[in-house]
């Protein structure tokens, strides 16, 4: 294999499989919904131009969606490898305020889809992957380190 190509399947982004599907679900309702409603407000002579700039703007994150789903590679994540915090496993970590919440490190055009899922990039994100249980991890943040408790992982 070429450098090059070898270097390019490196550098797709990795996304879990919920991810991919919740985005493809996510351009379907663009495509087959959303724009189609908008399609006959389009041709009235008297439209309201922001109903064209919805119209752009929803054809303009479809293609942008449809695009970064082309490239990424979906992970698979099997309970007998996760001993240690990887990309989309689920964590139960003790926060800042010591309360415990669940997160999944994921990457980040995947962090939007649910409260749990936080982007592979945020401090936190950064700070527990590799982690493993019992695990504590300083946080680097605008607001100062802190430290944060690896309780579970999960698939």
């Known amino acids: 294999m070429p450098r090059s190509a070898a270097r390019s399947i490196a550098n797709r982004p990795q ?3 919920d991810g991919f599907q919740r985005i493809s679900e ?3 309702d663009i495509r087959e919904r959303r724009l189609p409603e908008l399609v006959p407000l389009l041709v009235e002579t008297e439209r309201d131009e922001r109903y064209v700039h919805e119209y752009e703007q929803l054809l303009a994150e479809a293609h942008e969606w449809e695009c970064f789903l082309a490239e990424a590679q979906v992970i698979s994540l099997s309970r007998a490898t996760h001993d240690t915090v990887q990309l989309g496993t689920r964590v139960l970590v003790t926060l800042i305020d010591g309360t415990d919440s669940w997160v999944r ?3 980040p055009r995947e962090a939007f889809l649910d409260d749990e899922r936080i982007s592979v990039e945020s401090p936190l994100g950064k700070a527990i992957m590799g ?4 695990d504590a991890v300083e946080v680097d943040s605008p607001v100062g380190t802190w430290q944060a408790v690896v309780r579970e992982i999960d698939v």
């Open 15 to 17: 996304i879990t499989a």
């Open 131 to 134: 982690a493993r249980c019992g």
């Open 26 to 28: 996510r351009v379907t």
């Open 105 to 107: 490190p994921v990457h």
